[in-house]
């Protein structure tokens, strides 16, 4: 979603920047009072809310909003991302299309609208939307893949072969499109050497671009011997019927409703709980990257999963840091100095994020000189807008200061280029205690 618009001297903006959510909220509903059909206030309030986390408050002021202000793009495309992110897909591509109505060159929404449709399984029109986007925009990247994604839905694997791979041609180094290629690559090599009668037909389920990492060396391993599809769109996942699900989040519950012959193995993506691994485990049949007989027991004490789920075989995303070659960072430090990685976790109330905000850099560096690296959880970009404006602001305000934004970089080449850690309740800080190197753990109050 987009951030709240600012003024000069704006107290409901003050209260946004420094994390008072709260008080926000109740600076927006005493607004309201006075002007009940302001439409801006409206939406504002909406985003807000979202900011909070109250996803389902958001939606009546953003409504409200939409509705008081039909020619408003604004309000439109606010209601639309709402209403796309809650899959409320057709309430959605309605307000997409009052938005692009407004403004017919707003690619954004050209594209999202698209992808409702194709989400909606309506293959036809979403082409359409699609190749208007490439008129507008030619050889864009994002509408070639989703023209791909829809020949692959049809089984039409040569042509959804050609669109990714023009597609990867000009983003390189998009994990999604290099997945998608590989994996109907891999089918169509599957097409021409078939495998052994009875091998598995096995899905890799990506719901998450911090996943790749975990995934796609998984999914390679699989491709010689085996039938195996690697995508997050649930209809290709349905479509292919497999006999095995590979995941590494929460969705085991969902995709068992999907398929109910498959087999549900989770593999771990992070080292802390946050009661997520017993969840995980008891929605699916196995758990992968369990680290030791003693994690194994808890799981069977305390949560009654039966041993014979559990697979011990450690964390599986730190294999790189113990190769013969360990993956080089992303970033040029400066020669010479240490260099802090900064690590927090997108739960509010937890994450030293919050804390810190636009301080970032002066609050790490102190009076010294060294390089410092922010590495924000993946789900900040989307989930905390206003945190990543602030970490934006801190990294411009100083130099040798390397702020990944990319939510699909690894982190593991990061881990092993660094001399501290810092971090809070973050999976990376146990990720961290494989190399024997300082930390500090900032504890929010």
Known sequence: MNRPTTMPGDPIQ?????????????????????????????ARLGQVLLL????????????RAAALAPGD?????????????????????????????????????????????????????????????????????????????????RDELDPAERHFSAALERHPDNPYFRCTLASVRAEAEAARAPRKPGAPRVVVHV????????????????RGEHHVRITGELELVRNFRPDVVVCSDLQGRRLRALLPQAKMVYVRHGLTSKNHLPDAGNACDFLAGITSEYMASQLVTNYGLRREQIWVTGHVLLDPLFRVTVPPAPVTLKPGRKTILFAPTWNRHLSAADLMRQRTVELLRGDGDANVIIKPHPHTEQLRPDWM?????????HPDVWLVEDPAADVVPLLGAVDVLVSDV????????????????????
């Open 207 to 222: 719901n998450k671009w911090f996943h790749f990492p975990i995934l796609l060396p998984i999914f390679e391993q699989l």
């Open 426 to 445: 973050s999976s990376v800080l146990f990720s961290w205690l494989a190399l024997d190197r300082p930390m500090v753990l900032v504890t929010h109050p």
């Open 52 to 63: 909070a986390d109250r996803r389902d408050a958001a939606g009546e002021p953003l409504r």
């Open 73 to 153: 793009w604004h309000c439109q495309v606010m209601l639309a991302r709402y209403l796309d992110q809650m899959r409320l897909q057709d309430g959605a591509a309605d307000a997409y299309r009052r938005a692009l109505a407004i403004r017919p060159g707003d690619v954004d929404s050209r594209y999202r609208l698209g992808c409702v449709l194709r989400r909606n399984g309506n293959l036809d029109a979403a082409a359409i939307v699609f190749r208007e986007l490439l008129a507008q925009l030619p050889g864009d990247a994002q509408a070639l893949h989703e023209l791909g994604l829809m020949h692959w839905q």
């Open 389 to 397: 404006q602030a970490l934006r602001t801190a990294a411009r305000a």
């Open 14 to 42: 003050d209260a946004i920047a420094t994390g008072r959510l709260p008080a926000a909220v109740r600076l927006l509903h005493a607004a309201l009072t006075g002007a009940p059909d302001d439409a801006r206030l409206h």
